[in-house]
C-alpha cells in the first residue's frame, strides 16, 4: 500500500507542477475580489475594465461620471486602476492633505524608456519627489522663474512684443492663425531665457512649420491612449509603436537645439565665459547632452503648448463677448493710452487679469492637470486608493462645478474682481496650475507671458471674423489631449487701430 501511494504520489507530481499557475491566477483573483473599499464606479467589464466607457472627450466623460458616482469615484482600465477627483473637496485631499502620498508621478507607457537619464532628470515625469527633483526644482525656480530672474528678463519681452506688433501690422487685412502667432511669441520669450537666442522668426514660414510640426507631434503621440498603460505587461513589446514615434519625434525635436549646446560648450572650453542663461548654468553644473536636452524639451513644450492654448481661447472668449473686449479696451485706454507696452503696465489692468482667470477657469490647459500615484494605501473621503494607482484631478470639471461657481458655463470676468481666489494652488475650486508639491514650476512666467500677449493684440488691433462672420457663431468645440485645444483653429483678421503709432 505504501508502494502504491508513493507511485500515484509521483505521478500526481507534475500535473500539480502544470496546475500551479492555474491557481495562482485563481487565488490572485480571488484575493483581487477580497472587499475593499474603492471608490464607487461604473461596473467594469473583464479583462477592459471601463476603456470602452471613456470616449475621445475623456475629460467630459470624467465628468459624467462624477455626476453618477461622486466627486471621488474610480475606473478599471485592463488591469489598471484609476482613481479621479472631480470636486474641490476632492483636489483638496489629493494635493494637499494627502500630498506626500500622492506627490509620486504615474507615468505614460509612452515615453521613453524608463532609463535613470531621462527620470533623473526630469521635473515633470519625475517617478518621486527625491533629493535629484528637488535640485532640479530649485534649480529652475533660481535660474528662471523667481522674481529677478523673470524681471531681468522683462525688457526682452517688451522687444519681443513690439516684434509682434510689427509683424501683425504687416499681416493686416490677410487671415491670422492665432495659436501659431501666439506659439512663436511664447517659444521666443522662452528660447531668450534658456539660451539667449531666438529658435525660429515669425516671418520664416518654413522654420516656424518645422517647429510647430514637432512639438504637435510630441503632444499627438503622449496623448495617444495606448495598449501598455492599461496592461503594463505589454509595455516592453510597443505593439502601437508609440515609444518609437515618441523617441523619434523626441530626437528631432532635440536636434534644434544641440548645434546651440555645442557652440556653448566650445566658447566655455576656449576661454572662461560669465553665465548669463539657463544654458550656461546646465553647462557648468556639468550636466550632459542627453540630460540638457531633456530639461530644455520638457521646459519649451510646456511654455509654449499652455501659452498658445489659453491665448487662444482667451481672444476666442473675447471677440465672443464684446462687453467684456469694450471694457478691456476702457481699461487699456485708461491706464496705457500709449503706442508702447512696458512690463510693468500689466499690473494696472484688473480687468485683464479677471478675463485671463475666467479663461483659465473654463479652459484649463492641461484638463486632468497631470497623473499622480499612491505611494502607498491610504483613506480619501472614506474610501481606499490602493497602492499605485494612478491618481487625477478633473481641473476642467471643477473649474465648471455648479457647487463652487455661479453660472458656470458663462464667461463672466466680474466674478474674479475683488475676489481672492487666485491660480496659486490654495483655492482648490480653481487649480489650472495644479497644487502640492507638483504645482506646474513655471507658474510664475506663465502669468508673465500669457497676459502682454493678449494686451498687445487687443491694444494694437481691430480683429474680424473671415467673410464677415459672427462673433457668436465661433466654434468653441474642444479637440481633447496632453492640452485641450480648440477643434477648429482660430482664425481672425487684424487691423491697425487708428490711434497707436505702429510701425511695421
Not at 480571488?30 to 461604473?42: D, F
Not at 508609440?242 to 576661454?271: A, C, N, T, Y
Not at 519649451?300 to 491665448?311: C, F, K, M, P, Q
Request: glycine share 4%; charged share 25%.
Amino acid at each position: 500500500m505504501d508502494e502504491a501511494a508513493l507511485t500515484e504520489g509521483t505521478n500526481l507530481f507534475p500535473l500539480i507542477l502544470l496546475l500551479l499557475p492555474l491557481i495562482f491566477l485563481i487565488l490572485k483573483h480571488l484575493k483581487s475580489k477580497s472587499p475593499i473599499s474603492l471608490p464607487p464606479g461604473p461596473y467594469p467589464w473583464p479583462i477592459i475594465g471601463n476603456v470602452h466607457q471613456i470616449g475621445k472627450q475623456r475629460h467630459i466623460a470624467m465628468a459624467d461620471f462624477a455626476r453618477s458616482y461622486g466627486p471621488l469615484f474610480s475606473l478599471r482600465l485592463g488591469t489598471q486602476t484609476l482613481i479621479v477627483g472631480s470636486s474641490a473637496a476632492a483636489a483638496k485631499e489629493i494635493l494637499s492633505s494627502y500630498d506626500r502620498i500622492f506627490c509620486a508621478r504615474y507615468v505614460p507607457g509612452v515615453m521613453p524608456e524608463k532609463s535613470s537619464e531621462f527620470y533623473n532628470n526630469s521635473i515633470v515625469w519625475s517617478l518621486e519627489c527625491d533629493d535629484r527633483w528637488k535640485y532640479l526644482r530649485t534649480m529652475c525656480r533660481t535660474q528662471l522663474f523667481s522674481g529677478k530672474a523673470i524681471e531681468s528678463q522683462a525688457c526682452l519681452r517688451e522687444k519681443k512684443l513690439m516684434e509682434v506688433v510689427g509683424f501683425l501690422s504687416s499681416m493686416e487685412g490677410r487671415v491670422v492663425k492665432l495659436k501659431e502667432l501666439a506659439f512663436v511669441t511664447a517659444l521666443n520669450m522662452i528660447s531668450n531665457a534658456l539660451l539667449s537666442k531666438d529658435l525660429v522668426s515669425l516671418e520664416d514660414e518654413t522654420a516656424v512649420a518645422r517647429m510647430l510640426g514637432c512639438v504637435k507631434k510630441t503632444v499627438d503621440v503622449m496623448s495617444t491612449p495606448n495598449l501598455a498603460d492599461y496592461y503594463p505587461i505589454l509595455r516592453g513589446l510597443d505593439l502601437q509603436r508609440l515609444q518609437k514615434k515618441s523617441r523619434d519625434s523626441f530626437v528631432e525635436l532635440f536636434s534644434l537645439w544641440q548645434p546651440i549646446v555645442k557652440e556653448r560648450r566650445e566658447r566655455k572650453g576656449s576661454h572662461a565665459t560669465r553665465q548669463h542663461d539657463f544654458l550656461d548654468a546646465l553647462i557648468n553644473d556639468g550636466f550632459t547632452d542627453d540630460r540638457i536636452n531633456f530639461l530644455l524639451g520638457e521646459l519649451l513644450i510646456a511654455g509654449t503648448e499652455s501659452t498658445s492654448v489659453t491665448t487662444e481661447w482667451a481672444m476666442a472668449e473675447l471677440i465672443r463677448s464684446p462687453d467684456s473686449m469694450k471694457k478691456i479696451r476702457e481699461e487699456l485706454t485708461t491706464e496705457i493710452n500709449k503706442s508702447t507696452l512696458k512690463d510693468s503696465d500689466l499690473r494696472k489692468l484688473p480687468y485683464l487679469q479677471a478675463c485671463l482667470k475666467e479663461t483659465l477657469r473654463l479652459h484649463p490647459p492641461g484638463p486632468f492637470l497631470l497623473p499622480h500615484r499612491a505611494l502607498e494605501s491610504c483613506k480619501v473621503m472614506n474610501y481606499t486608493i490602493p497602492k499605485d494607482a494612478q491618481v487625477l484631478v478633473n481641473a476642467w470639471a471643477i473649474g465648471r462645478d455648479p457647487m463652487s461657481w455661479e453660472d458656470p458655463l458663462v464667461f463672466k470676468p466680474e466674478r474674479f474682481l475683488n475676489s481672492i481666489v487666485d491660480f496659486q494652488g490654495t483655492n482648490f475650486e480653481f487649480i489650472p496650475f495644479g497644487a502640492g508639491r507638483r504645482i506646474c514650476p513655471g507658474l510664475p512666467m506663465a502669468v508673465k507671458l500669457i497676459p502682454p500677449v493678449l494686451v498687445s493684440w487687443i491694444h494694437f488691433f481691430d480683429w474680424s471674423l473671415p467673410n464677415w462672420g459672427d462673433p457668436k457663431e465661433i466654434d468653441m468645440r474642444e479637440k481633447f489631449g496632453a492640452n485641450i485645444q480648440k477643434e477648429h483653429p482660430l482664425l481672425l483678421i487684424p487691423k491697425v487701430r487708428k490711434w497707436p503709432q505702429v510701425c511695421a
